[in-house]
C-alpha cells in the first residue's frame, strides 16, 4: 500500500493501532552477529543462515518451532546436530541471539507512538520462548499492547489469520492500523485486510516513513 496519509477521498487517515515485527524490525540486522558467532564455534561463517533457511531439515524445524509444534529446548539439539556433531545444543538459539542489538530509533518510535496514544502490537513469528526468551532479553516485551507470537498462537506470518487476529486483538480495523514488517512476502496478506504496511528494509528509512504516517518523532533518549 502507498506509505500516505490521507484517504482517497482526500481526508485525513487517523491511524490508531502500530504492529511491529520484531528480528529486523525492533532488532538490529541479526547477520553479522550469526556470522560472528559462528567463526566463535569453529563454524563457517554462514552456517546459522544456511542452515535454517536452505536445509531442507533445518527449514522444517524451524517452522515447526514457530507455531509450537515443538519447543526451543528440541529446536536447540535438533539443529546443532546440522551445524555439526561438536556444536553443543545448550542454550543454541540464546547463543546464537543474545548478541543481536536492539533497534533503538525504532523502539524510540514505537514508544513516541504509545505516548501519542496509539494502541501497539508484537507480531512476531516464534524463536522459541524457553530457555531463551528474546523479547524479554531486549527489554521490548512491556511496550506493546498486544503480543501475537506464534508460537502461542498456532500460526505464523504470512496466513492472513494472524493479522487478523492481531487486529481484533487491539480492538481496531484493519484501516486504522499500520504493520512493519523485513520480510516483504509477510506484507501482502496485511495489505489485502486494509492495513497500512511498511517494509522495514533498514532502520533509519522505516523510521522515517512512519514518523510521516503517524506524525510522531522517534527521539532518542539521551
Not at 126 to 152: C, M
Not at 164 to 170: A, P, Y
Not at 175 to 189: M, S
Request: with cysteine.
Amino acid at each position: 500500500m502507498p506509505l500516505s496519509a490521507s484517504t482517497p477521498d482526500g481526508g485525513t487517515l487517523q491511524f490508531r493501532g502500530l504492529i511491529l515485527d520484531f528480528a529486523g524490525v525492533l532488532t538490529a540486522n541479526p547477520l553479522p552477529v550469526h556470522r560472528a558467532w559462528c567463526a566463535s564455534e569453529g563454524l563457517d561463517e554462514g552456517a546459522w543462515r544456511s542452515t535454517l533457511n536452505d536445509d531442507p531439515a533445518g527449514r522444517r524445524l524451524y517452522a515447526a518451532l514457530e507455531i509450537g509444534e515443538i519447543d526451543q529446548v528440541a529446536w536447540n539439539k535438533g539443529t546443532a546436530a546440522l551445524l555439526g556433531p561438536h556444536v553443543d545444543p545448550t542454550n543454541l538459539m540464546g547463543r546464537a541471539w543474545s548478541g543481536v542489538p536492539v533497534a533503538r530509533r525504532m523502539v524510540a518510535l514505537a514508544r513516541a507512538a504509545r505516548e501519542a496514544g496509539l494502541k501497539l502490537a508484537l507480531l512476531s513469528n516464534s524463536f522459541g520462548l524457553n530457555p531463551f526468551n528474546p523479547y524479554r532479553h531486549t527489554g521490548i516485551w512491556d511496550l506493546f499492547d498486544v503480543h501475537v507470537v506464534s508460537e502461542l498462537v498456532g500460526m505464523a506470518k504470512p496466513d492472513p489469520a494472524i493479522y487478523e487476529l492481531t487486529v481484533s486483538q487491539l480492538g481496531l480495523s484493519p484501516d486504522e492500523c499500520v504493520f512493519v514488517d523485513d520480510h516483504a512476502v509477510n506484507l501482502p496478506p496485511a495489505g489485502d485486510l486494509g492495513i497500512t504496511t511498511v517494509h522495514a528494509q533498514d532502520e533509519e528509512s522505516a523510521v522515517a516513513r512512519l514518523e510521516v504516517l503517524l506524525g510522531i518523532s522517534a527521539v532518542l533518549a539521551a
